[in-house]
């Protein structure tokens, strides 16, 4: 795999900006965001000009207890392949919980939450992981997550997870120092610590992002400039080996083009420090490059674990690891979306702010997909929407949960404005509907009660 060099991350908000910045040698851009038949114009003059992209998933959910499916394993590989990506990426977490391994309903988070860091866990993830990269056309690094709680009872740290994983799969390690950072303030664990522990060897790449704190509560929000802890633990990762690449992540509130270049040039600089002190150090890394800049060059790839060493004992140990940690993860998100009892050893009040944060998580992706609902209800989307997600899990995706939250509106005869509950049900008709319906009416409805509301 060739060296990746400097990064951001692709959102169609910056297309246009990401496009004339000097210096970006690659992007990364959210595989369930692009149709392999039909992908953006932007990525394809990237590609043109030479610039890598890196597909990177959410929604695999490989620390859950199921199997992987096969249809988002397979969509995955398409984009790969699409795209001519050298690898993939996705995240050590779980994204839903319950259905037939559990007897109890199925239950989709919305959002990446962590997985125990025990032996159960480890195994499931393990064998997940196995499955995906017989699956993928490329090479697979998974990310560690920011989380909000602690599971009880863990048995490894985050070091140690990340480092068995690595020496029982050969899967490389997307690492995220903003992650690592949220880690430290919500769950008291040392960065420096993680880092020690890693395979560095194995890092395929590493993410920079920024947050914000609210109430002793780090909030991974992506929305935010960069903080100087976050790049101190960069300069810390960059003194202990040459990452390979190095990517800005936004995803909300983007600054002008000028001041994300700003932020970019701040990260090369904290890279450029670690190496610095690594060389003061006399524990400079083999060769001079620097591992961000243009791209080229070559990075070590660990080897896959022969095919044999995967042994039946292992597998069988996966198997009944599995309904262990289906149960624990079932219980744990229906306490965070469908108002059940928080299980016994978790901190109350952290599993709340995780269980507001998924019902703002959600309103807020629903009103990207279906953008006509906050025009259509105004002020009263937001509220309206938490007052519904409070009593109504997500089960189906978020397209599914914007049909579900118009239909309870509906129901309920809501809104109390007859146009805006006109166009609602005009919105909800077209959708709904075995085929399309007057999609021009929806939008000319809304903009007519949009405009009243304005006047």
Same mark, same amino acid.
């Given at each position: ?78 984009? +790969? #392949? !699409? &795209?001519? %990506?050298?690898? $993939? ?7 839903? @919980? /319950? =259905? ?91 960065? +420096? #610590? !993680? &880092?020690? %522990?890693?395979? $560095? ?7 920079? @992002? /920024? =947050? ?93 674990? !022969?095919?044999? %060493? ?10 009944? @690891?599995? =309904? ?93 404005? !007859? ?37």
């Amino acid at each position: 795999m060739r060296r990746l060099g400097t990064g951001i991350g692709w959102r169609p908000e910056i297309a246009d900006a990401v496009e004339r910045m000097p210096g970006i040698d690659w992007v990364e851009v959210v595989a369930e965001n692009v149709c392999p038949g039909h992908l953006p114009a932007s990525l394809l003059r990237l590609r043109e000009r030479g610039a890598t992209v890196v597909p990177h998933g959410v929604s695999l959910g490989l620390g859950g207890a199921d199997r992987p499916d096969e249809g988002r394993l397979t969509a995955l590989a398409e984009r +790969a #392949e !699409a &795209l001519g %990506a050298p690898l $993939v990426t996705e995240h050590i977490a779980f994204v839903r @919980a /319950g =259905g037939p391994l559990t007897a109890s309903p199925r239950l989709e988070a919305g959002h990446l939450l962590p997985v125990p860091r025990t032996r159960d866990a480890l195994d499931v993830l393990c064998e997940n992981v196995r499955i995906a990269q017989d699956s993928l056309p490329v090479p697979l690094a998974l990310e560690n997550i920011a989380a909000l709680f602690s599971w009880p009872g863990e048995e490894l740290t985050e070091g140690q997870f990340l480092s068995e994983l690595v020496e029982r799969t050969g899967v490389r390690l997307l690492i995220d120092v903003a992650n690592l950072h949220t880690n430290h303030v919500n769950r008291g664990e040392d960065p +420096a #610590e !993680a &880092l020690a %522990a890693l395979p $560095v060897e194995a890092i395929a790449y590493v993410h920079v @992002a /920024g =947050g914000f704190e609210r109430d002793g509560v780090w909030h991974d929000s992506h929305a935010h400039p960069v903080p100087r802890p976050v790049l101190d633990i960069l300069t810390d990762l960059a003194s202990r080996t040459a990452p390979p690449g190095v990517l800005l992540e936004r995803d909300e509130n983007f600054p002008e083009p000028a001041e994300l270049e700003r932020e970019l040039a701040v990260i090369r600089e904290a890279v450029t420090a670690g190496h610095g002190r690594a060389h003061g150090a006399a524990r400079a890394v083999a060769g001079t490059d620097t591992g961000v800049g243009s791209a080229g060059g070559g990075v070590a790839v660990l080897a896959r674990p !022969a095919a044999e %060493a995967r042994s039946a004992a292992e597998a069988r140990s996966a198997v009944g @690891a599995r =309904g262990r940690v289906g149960v624990a993860q079932a219980a744990v998100l229906s306490s965070l979306v469908a108002g059940t009892p928080v299980p016994e050893g978790f901190d109350r009040v952290r599993m709340g702010v995780q269980a507001r944060a998924l019902a703002a998580k959600r309103a807020d992706v629903v009103a990207k997909v279906a953008p006509e609902l906050p025009v259509i209800l105004g002020d009263g989307y937001r509220g309206a929407f938490l007052e519904y997600a409070r009593v109504r899990p997500m089960s189906g995706g978020y397209r599914r949960d914007a049909l579900d939250f118009a239909g309870r509106l509906l129901e309920a005869g809501r809104p109390e404005d !007859a146009g805006a509950r006109r166009a609602l049900r005009e919105w909800w008709l077209d959708r709904a509907g075995p085929a399309p319906r007057h999609a021009g009416r929806v939008a000319q409805v809304a903009r007519r009660v949009l405009l009243r509301n304005r006047g």
